[in-house]
């Protein structure tokens, strides 16, 4: 009788496990971008702290090689999950102000071209001074006619932006 081997059963091929590990060293590359505050915030092992401090510190490219795959070798007895999850929640969070920063850049446009009842508009769904914000689109405006550095258009982009974030 011939026995079928069942791939589920089967222990990771080599190049998986490479690949694997790859991933991992890469996932520590990228720590070594992040500010180590956040290092603690993540809650890595003081073991993996130390090594990525170290390897900030080395310079030489053939040390800093060794350096990272040691980082490599740290990060496979952790749970890289939240690591993970934390990286695409930074990525998320960046497109999510850049898209944010492209909506207040054509709202400031569009009260800048239009004026007043585009100004009706933003306020119907933003709360916000309605006399200050026609004074700045008034002087956005007349900075645009003469141009004049942005200055006002600026300004303006500000107070939407506090508007909108609070920052």
């Not at 060293?25 to 990525?52: F, N, S």
């Not at 969070?93 to 944010?100: E, K, V």
């Not at 933003?122 to 004049?148: F, G, I, P, S, T």
């Amino acid at each position: 009788m011939h026995d079928e081997i069942d791939p589920e059963e089967l222990p990771p091929s080599k190049t998986r496990r490479k690949a694997e590990a790859h991933a991992l060293q890469k996932l520590g590359t990228e720590l070594l971008e992040v500010p180590e505050a956040e290092w603690l915030k993540l809650g890595l092992p003081d073991a993996l702290v130390a090594a990525l401090r170290e390897a900030q510190r080395i310079h030489s490219r053939s040390g800093r090689k060794r350096q990272l795959q040691y980082i490599g070798k740290l990060m496979r007895s952790i749970d890289p999950e939240p690591i993970t999850a934390w990286f695409e929640q930074r990525r998320t969070h960046g497109r999510h102000m850049s898209r944010l920063h492209h909506e207040l850049e054509q709202w400031r446009d569009r009260l800048i071209e239009e004026g007043d009842s585009a100004i009706e508009l933003y306020l119907q769904q933003q709360d916000a001074d309605r006399q200050h914000l026609r004074q700045l689109v008034r002087q956005a405006r007349k900075e645009r006619e003469l141009n004049k550095p942005p200055k006002a258009s600026r300004a303006l982009f500000r107070y939407l932006r506090e508007r909108t974030t609070g920052i």
